[in-house]
């Protein structure tokens, strides 16, 4: 036996994960150097979806701009596009009608849904429960037929503009909103019953790819990524930006830090994002959806920088202006692309397998880590 | 009644019968009835797994509240000839990098293996293309050997993800094999024959699903780990290991692993059925036609499952086989065999 463990060579062997392949959602590409199944090493390469949306923005004026926002995160675009109009709000100083505030949380928390959605979708296609992906995304649908009722688009909501909102609601969208609701907590609980139960599941994500709270810190982590790894910050609890402040909601927060975690860390948030849109529909105030903002939006001199939380994290846009009607300078702060930094560090010793289920409950998107 | 029931072995007779009047000796009569045992034996590979195909595609979309295909033919049925067609038009790339010979060698290897296990199964009262004494002992026997095929494709291909399918295959399909062959063991100890056709027929009374259901549970564990399906398909998890052992094969290469596949459920179904749910036996209706219903019940069950459950983890799949699989079965045998001594006894 000796003899032959003695003869038996071993060799390392890297391999491409990526930029074209299944589950990387997007082009992401991981170099992992591999020992059998075993990962070693792995590095993360990204830039393969540039867009040069951040020079795209500098001979743009203020309020194009608006309408490529979504673009960057193109699985959350009404919250990108938020994040931008309040940080140009911000700089010029517009103070916007409650009703607009109103209208932006009802939108901006249906898009949050449907971008958790997509979380808990893509993690099933990932570990293969097929059947719950399609539950995850059939949900996902009724949530951008709402969106289309109010914004006029599914993906691409421009429906944020500088100081309000670009549309009222139409009249049929509360009773809509209310059916889909209802249809979302019965998806929810067929997702529940199917798989957070599931043996075969719980082995596949409990006790993945854990981060600890002070390492989830160290990275800078945002979003429910870091209340996934125990620690209760949410820009929209502490620092209540809009109107969060008026309406009664909990920030959950679990403790284990592993795929399981962040992934009931999203059905969790679903939950309590259904509980404001619910109350925000209840307590809906009469008034102009829209300040009053000068038709060309010229900024005065100066520099700004202001976050949101967003569906995957902490959301920033940094603007400087030399006061012409465009930016002289757009920085996005985008969550996704910290959150990736963490790989590297947790995927040694893990097993294939696991890297995948680790990527998929990160939530990553492409179009916003490369911009 | 009598005709239909008999329809294919009456066939079978008469071409037999006209070969002897035409002139012809009995070794060459022999020689040319296992070439039309072999075409018809092809004919239910080929009509099987365009049938699976569809049952495949239309109960996943049932379950997962999709169409499904519906433009093709009535229901659809008429899809995966239309696929099979553009499988057949398409280019058969062959890698500069690959093994050429076992790159070319390994989806005919597999797919022969196939067939030769489509030969054995009892389709009815005296329908077997080869009914031998040690039906079952060379059901296992066959079936395994086409690991080597897998690991043929995977080696060949000369592509890391194909590796990784392949040596997947080969810890999987051998450590599964075990459990399977003791779960049939219980029956084979219970009917004391190894021939499948009097399997089927010492199961008049009571199936012996009843008298051995915790084989039947490790023998449907076992063969979904044997058949690559979902909770067990490690070997080409396509979000792991982008299609595992088949990554690098296009066209037609591609088709005979994707066919195998599906006739390999078709008889693992129907070896079920024979071992464990009296095989062709049943009242009024003909019993070949018993067979078919009771192995594409079967099918459904295995679909069933296979949409329901996510992919396990390698290690812990391992470890679920050597450590309860095996002990289990090793025991169902040891009970099995203390009852029957018990009951001869009496």
């Not at chain 2, 179904?269 to 594409?296: E, H, R």
């Amino acid at each position: 036996m000796a003899l032959m463990e003695e003869n038996f060579e071993t060799q390392e062997y890297k391999i491409n994960l990526g930029p074209a392949h299944p589950s990387t959602h997007g082009v992401f590409r991981a170099v992992l150097t591999l020992n059998g199944e075993e990962i070693i090493k792995s590095e993360n390469h990204i830039g393969y979806l540039h867009r040069g949306i951040e020079k795209l923005a500098e001979s743009r004026t203020y309020a194009q701009f608006a309408a490529l926002t979504p673009r960057i995160d193109y699985l959350a675009g009404a919250l990108n596009n938020w994040g931008y109009v309040v940080t140009v709000e911000k700089l010029m100083e517009i103070e916007v009608p409650e009703r607009a505030e109103y209208l932006r949380v009802i939108i901006g928390e249906l898009q949050r849904i449907a971008s958790h959605l997509i979380l808990i979708s893509s993690t099933c296609i990932d570990l293969n429960a097929t059947t719950a992906w399609m539950y995850g995304f059939s949900a996902r649908e009724g949530i951008l037929d709402l969106l289309e009722m109010v914004t006029g688009s599914r993906m691409m909501p421009a429906y944020y503009t500088i100081g309000g909102v670009m549309d009222d609601l139409p009249l049929e969208f509360i009773p809509a909103a209310k059916k889909v609701i209802a249809d979302l907590n019965d998806r929810l609980n067929d997702v529940d019953g199917m798989i957070s139960g599931n043996e075969i599941f719980l082995s596949r994500t409990k006790g993945v790819g854990v981060i600890t709270p002070e390492k989830a810190i160290e990275f800078g982590i945002t979003g429910p990524n870091l209340r996934a790894a125990g620690n209760a910050y949410d820009l929209r609890k502490i620092a209540p930006y809009s109107v969060y402040d008026k309406f009664d909601f909990d920030v959950p927060v679990l403790k284990d830090g592993d795929c399981f975690a962040r992934f009931s860390m999203r059905i969790l948030e679903i939950r309590q994002s259904i509980r404001i849109i619910e109350q925000a529909i209840a307590s809906l105030p009469e008034g102009p959806i829209t300040a009053k903002v000068p038709k060309i939006i010229k900024p005065p001199i100066g520099e700004v920088y202001n976050q949101i939380e967003s569906a995957k994290g902490i959301l920033g846009y940094y603007i400087v202006s030399d006061g012409s009607t465009k930016p002289y300078r757009l920085h996005v702060h985008s969550p996704s692309f910290v959150n990736i930094g963490i790989f590297p560090e947790i995927a040694v010793g893990m097993y294939v397998q696991d890297f995948i289920a680790t990527l998929a409950s990160f939530d990553i998107c492409l179009g916003e880590i490369d911009r | 009644m009598e005709l239909i029931n008999n329809i294919f072995i009456s066939g079978a007779n008469l071409i037999r019968n006209i070969l002897h009047w035409i002139g012809f000796g009995d070794v060459f009569t022999n020689l040319i009835m296992s070439v039309v045992y072999f075409v018809a034996i092809a004919a239910v590979v080929t009509f099987n797994i365009i049938i699976i195909l569809w049952i495949d595609r239309r109960v996943s979309s049932f379950f997962q509240e999709r169409l499904g295909p519906n433009r093709v033919g009535p229901f659809g049925l008429l899809q995966s000839m239309v696929d099979a067609a553009k499988l057949i038009g398409k280019e058969s790339i062959i890698p500069d990098a690959v093994d050429k010979v076992v790159y070319k060698a390994a989806p005919i290897f597999i797919f022969t293996v196939t067939m030769m296990l489509y030969a054995l199964l009892p389709y009815g009262q005296g329908m077997s293309a080869v009914n031998i004494n040690v039906g079952i002992l060379c059901f296992a026997a066959i079936s395994s050997t086409s690991t080597i095929a897998i690991l043929m494709a995977g080696w060949g291909s000369n592509n890391k993800y194909s590796l990784i399918g392949g040596m997947r295959t080969v810890a999987q399909v051998i450590s599964y094999e075990i459990p399977l062959c003791f779960s049939m063991l219980g029956v084979v100890m219970i009917a004391g024959t190894l021939n499948l056709n009097e399997i089927v027929l010492s199961q008049g009374k009571v199936w012996y699903v009843f008298l051995q259901p915790v084989a039947f549970v490790i023998f449907i564990i076992s063969a979904l780990a044997e058949l690559n399906k979902s909770p067990f398909d490690m070997m080409e998890a396509e979000q792991e290991i982008v299609a595992g052992y088949h990554t690098e094969y296009t066209g037609m290469r591609f088709a005979l692993f994707f066919m195998a596949e599906y006739a390999n459920l078709f008889v693992l179904a129907g070896l079920g059925v024979t071992l464990f749910f009296g095989g062709w036996d049943g009242p009024f209706l003909p019993s070949w036609m018993w067979f078919m219903i009771k192995t594409y019940l079967m099918i459904l069950f295995l679909e069933w499952v296979r949409w329901t459950l996510p992919r396990a983890r390698v290690d812990k799949m391992m470890q679920f086989n050597w450590k309860v699989l095996i002990p289990i079965s090793i025991a169902n045998i040891f009970v099995t065999g203390i009852i029957i001594k018990l009951f001869h006894i009496i």
